[in-house]
Each structure stands twice: as structure tokens, then as C-alpha cells.
């Protein structure tokens, strides 16, 4: 059963860098034909996709994030990470990862997020 | 960005009722729209793929319908533990966009 666990700092002081790493177990990054997610979610707000990656390092990000995001895989371990720059108390929130299943039927790409981790709350404050 | 809009944004209802969501896009987007259910404290729950797809293991009292720009999301009969809140979100393109929510209270 595939599963996802999140894990990092809860806390992360103003103007520094958020990281955070997913470890994916019952199923092989390299060896799946899937991207890989991150989706964040303020306290009481809603969802806000933060960006994905494929196994080969292929990445696409959140315009409204990209300058401060950087998502890489390490398949070695089995794990894909997140890291967000020069963070501010907007970017409190709970970080999910999730894997982002694809399919295409006639020639329409379908996706969603299934898996998702159980989530971990990044607090940003001095 | 393509815009989710959800409608209500909150409603109460009693068991047994049916209940019916919906979420609009600013632009066409097919049928690339999923449902999810989040209770509080826990990470979201696929329910709805590709606008109408049950995912595996949801019973099938929730339903998807639409395509283009209008899609529901239907509970037939409501039972207590669908008490939580449920998010549409478009995978036509990036950046992927969720609407705002709909708080269902029972």
C-alpha cells in the first residue's frame, strides 16, 4: 500500500528557508510513471498547489511561488523535498505530500492527488 | 490561473438528506476535475476523478457530474461521518487551482 510521510523543521524563523522531505513507502519513485506533489494549506484557509516533480528531476512549479521554491528527488532514498526561501508568516501552514496520478484518455490528460501524506504544520515566527 | 468557485460555502444538514455542491471554473477544463473530503485535522481524501470516477473505496452515495465549466458533487443520502469539508480542483493546467470549500455541517 503506497503510503507518504512527511517530515522537517515546525518551525522556521522569518527570512530563512523551509525544508521538508516526503518519504514514499510501498511503491518506488523511479519506478512509478507519476509526478510528485506538494500542496500546502494556511490554518483555516484553503489548498494551494505548491509544485511537482518526476522521477528524472523534472519540475513544474506555482508561478506565484517559483522564485522562492526549489522541489528535488532523491531516489536513492526513495523520498522527494521541498524547500521554500526567504519565508514570512504567510507561508505558515500544513505542507501535504501528495503523488499526482495521471492518466490519458483519448488524448485528454486526467490528474489528481492520491495519496496524499497526513500533512506537518510549518509555523513561521521569530 | 484558472479560477475554482464553490458554492455554498457552508450548509447545514440532517441525515438522510441529499446534498448537493457545486463548483464553477473560469474557463472550460473538461472533465479534469476532482473532488476531495477533508475532516478536520486530516489530509484530504480523494472521492470524485475526472468528474464522475467514484475513486476505490467510496461508497456510492457520493457522485460527480459536469463537464466545461459546471460540476456538482452529490451525496445522496447523508450519513453522520460526512460531516467535513469538501474542496473541487481542476487539473486541466498549472498552476492546479482548488476552489474555496463548502463547510458541511450535519
Known amino acids: 500500500q503506497l503510503q507518504l510521510q512527511e517530515s522537517g523543521p515546525g518551525l522556521v524563523k522569518p527570512s530563512e528557508t523551509l525544508s521538508l522531505t516526503c518519504t514514499v513507502s510501498?511503491?518506488?519513485?523511479?519506478?512509478?510513471?507519476?509526478?510528485w506533489g506538494w500542496i500546502r494549506q494556511p490554518p483555516g484557509k484553503g489548498l494551494e498547489w505548491i509544485g511537482n516533480?518526476?522521477?528524472?528531476?523534472?519540475?513544474h512549479y506555482n508561478p506565484s511561488l517559483k522564485s522562492r521554491v526549489t522541489i528535488s528527488v532523491d531516489t536513492s532514498k526513495n523520498q522527494f523535498s521541498l524547500k521554500m526561501s526567504s519565508v514570512t508568516a504567510a507561508d505558515t501552514a500544513v505542507y501535504y505530500c501528495?503523488?499526482?496520478?495521471?492518466?490519458?484518455?483519448?488524448?485528454?490528460?486526467?490528474?489528481?492527488?492520491?495519496?496524499w501524506g497526513q500533512g506537518t504544520l510549518v509555523t513561521v515566527s521569530s | 490561473d484558472i479560477q475554482m468557485t464553490q458554492s455554498p460555502s457552508s450548509l447545514s444538514a440532517s441525515v438522510g438528506d441529499r446534498v448537493t455542491i457545486t463548483c464553477r471554473a473560469s474557463?472550460?477544463?473538461?472533465?479534469?476535475l476532482n473532488w476531495y473530503q477533508q475532516k478536520p485535522g486530516k489530509a484530504p481524501k480523494l472521492l470524485i476523478y475526472?468528474?464522475?470516477s467514484l475513486q476505490s473505496g467510496v461508497p456510492s452515495r457520493f457522485s460527480g457530474s459536469g463537464s466545461g465549466t459546471d460540476f456538482t458533487l452529490t451525496i445522496s443520502t447523508l450519513h453522520p461521518e460526512d460531516s467535513a469539508s469538501y474542496y473541487c480542483?481542476?487539473?486541466?493546467?498549472?498552476?492546479?487551482?482548488f476552489g474555496q470549500g463548502t463547510k458541511l455541517e450535519i
Open positions: 501528495a503523488r499526482d496520478f495521471a492518466t490519458t484518455v483519448t488524448t485528454l490528460r486526467y490528474k489528481w492527488f492520491d495519496p
Open positions: 510501498g511503491a518506488s519513485i523511479s519506478s512509478s510513471s507519476y509526478y
Open positions: 516533480i518526476f522521477y528524472s528531476g523534472s519540475t
Open positions: 474557463q472550460s477544463i473538461s472533465r479534469t
Open positions: 475526472a468528474a464522475s
Open positions: 480542483h481542476q487539473s486541466y493546467s498549472t498552476p492546479y487551482t
